[in-house]
């Protein structure tokens, strides 16, 4: 139990740094910080001295400070110069040298940049020194800070294809996470459902009957243009994707060919040449080639050629049916997907095997992916540019802010886009997989990272759909796993003889041991290619989970509860009435069972669309719950036997206890996996 309380502990220390000390709360974390004493008054008349012009600088000032010609007013200077010395940089096409160094004094800041995108990242680290005063109370802390990124591609990506985003909330999300120094959106245009990309020579492609989701939205090529120019001025990379030749049932509908034919060939051309007109800051376009076997004789070969005949250089997806991508086939760049993916030597890769966030849970999966580094390298380098997070909205979801909630976007982008800034971790996702283990240098690691990220949620994400709250203090029991002969409700040990540290079931022991977290993989989504909390998990067994929560007074209170995850990419059975899950979990809460939710899609018939509803916590109010004062025991059963009604077999659980609006953790409140009743 000691080692627990002093997880809390230093969880709660972190949660209570002095919200004055800004330098703090930066994210993501510079490489080097030199403190020193006093602030910058952002309420005076400041002299700005930038050549460079830069358009987010000048929104910083525009929002805090007033200005002046007067020689001897305090000054905001900016200087080019060229590079940042003790920086790291490798060359990637269309991604300049972003390092800056930024010096706050009493009477002066200085801005050192290598080339003008520095600029833009020294005034995102202003804007957020700047966060949490008062209006009219506005300072900067003296500091000095020298920064730039281990890997220089850090991104996310939306299916706009498959469910359509209004181009309001891209840009909202564009401006949101550019704070956090996210540097590229990958805009995938087109799909099997439908094309969201305005062809001028095809109209056809956008119209209503060659949609068969959200008919009829899609993008003109003014809204793209001035998206790409909104994206740039904050230090965004637009990648746009037409995907050929697979995904692209919505061009044959329209078009009445299919792109492999030399008809179709010839309209790609064209249609390409409207997409490099419409995003000119574009370095690349991405043209999918994935997930259908290419059968016209150089197709391929043909479509990046055109690209670059255009100016721009070709991304692709990683692997591709059939083909060796080499540089032979004119790829500029691979996106790595699934565990087939693999680095192809001499070009950058863009590592996207386990970020597709669709899969995702809210809370295990964002502690995986941030411990691990990206494709085993602790920083960038000529063949592997970064990493993107992305969106794939298989199953219908009923809008934008539900895609945003469901697939937790915020924690999962910020998180990776952290780790690709700062550089490091330990093993790669692979190997180290998604356990939260509180001892090790990891959890103190992660922990700083939450305290931040809620931190930013409370303020530059306040009102945006943020199912994350803190886990870091939450802390765990967990049985071996007992057999159960197929039958999940069978009564075991833990049952009968309560929380224990090892039982003796049939002869065979089995140990209790410890896991931290609001979400626990006991079998991930992609099996045993990540390491879970059971190193081989088996079917037809049980485990049990149990923490006590003290709370000082009697007190309502709400909590995240779920069983199964359901992907946004599957076409998986709801539970039936009155059950978790479809395995046969339950919970109980001082020994009184918590009952699950009545489900909107309970003994429906599911395609891809039907509208995933209610199924994951996020979509749902948080189950109202009472804590008695004192000690409070949670109680979970976990049996691991699939009724074949979901796909992906994800043994997990969810829990942690919130306000009641579910907003955020409950306050004062400790999580121990045992306590001392004597």
Known sequence: MRRYIFSALVALLCS????????????PTPKIVKESNGTFNLNEKIRIE?????????????????????????????????????????????????????????????????TPIGVTRAAQTLMQLAEGYEKGKEALECVEITDWPAFKLRGFMHDVGRSYIPIEDIRRQIELLSHFKINTFHFHLTENQAWRFEVKKYPQLTSDSSMTRFAGLYYTQEQCRELEKFAAERGVIIIPEIDMPGHSQAFKRAMGHSMQS?????????????????FPLAPYIHIGADEESITYPGFLETMTEKVHSLGK??????????????????????????????????????????????????????????????????????????????????????????????????????????????????????KGGTPLRSHEKEYAEFADWERRFLFHKSRTLKGEPVPYVKQCNVHWCISGAFPNNGDAGKILPPETEGPKDCYTYEGKEY?????????????????????????????????????????????????????????????????????????????????????????????????????????????????AIELKKGWNKIFIKLPNNPDGGVRLNKWMFTFVVTDCKGENALENIIYSPTINNK
Request: aromatic share 10%; net charge negative; glycine share 8%.
């Open 50 to 114: 930038d050549e460079s012009q830069n358009a987010l600088l000048e929104k910083f000032i525009g929002q805090h400070c007033r200005t002046t010609k007067k020689r001897n007013a305090p000054t905001i200077t900016v200087k080019m110069a060229g590079s940042i010395e003790g920086s790291y940089d490798y060359p990637l096409h269309g991604y300049p040298d972003e390092a800056y160094r930024l010096k706050i004094e009493p009477q002066a800041i200085t801005i050192e940049a290598a």
């Open 313 to 430: 250089k070709v991304i692709v997806w990683n692997p591709i049916r059939g083909i060796r991508i080499t540089k032979n086939i004119g790829a500029d760049m691979t996106q790595m997907w699934s565990t087939a993916g693999r680095k192809v030597d001499g070009i950058p890769n863009i590592d996207c095997r386990y970020n597709y966030i669709n899969h995702f849970d809210v809370y295990a999966d964002v502690a995986g992916i941030y411990k691990s580094n990206i494709y085993y390298c602790q920083q960038g380098n000529a063949e592997v540019a970064g990493s993107i997070t992305a969106v794939w909205n298989d199953r219908k979801l009923t809008d934008a802010k539900e895609i945003i909630a469901q697939n937790n976007l915020y924690a999962s982008a910020i998180a990776s886009a952290e780790r690709a800034w700062k550089g490091g971790g330990e093993e790669y996702i692979e």
């Open 16 to 27: 209570t740094i002095d919200v004055g000390a800004k330098i703090a709360h930066l994210l």
């Open 262 to 278: 030399a008809q179709g060939v010839a309209e790609l051309k064209e249609i390409l040449e409207e997409v490099a007109a419409t």
């Open 511 to 623: 140990p209790t041991t410890h896991a931290t977290g609001a979400g626990i993989y006991l079998r991930h989504t992609w099996g045993g290619i990540i390491p879970t909390h059971f190193a081989a998990p088996q079917t037809g067994t049980t485990a049990y989970a149990w923490t006590y929560i003290y709370s000082p007074v009697e007190q309502k209170a709400g909590a995240q509860i779920e069983f199964q995850n359901y992907g946004r990419s599957e076409r998986d059975l709801a539970p039936e009435a009155g059950k978790w899950d479809r395995r046969g979990s339950r919970i109980w809460l001082n020994d009184k069972e918590i009952v699950a939710p009545a489900w909107k899609n309970s003994g429906k018939s599911i395609d891809n669309e039907q509208y995933l509803l209610d199924e994951n916590f996020t979509a749902r109010p948080p189950v």
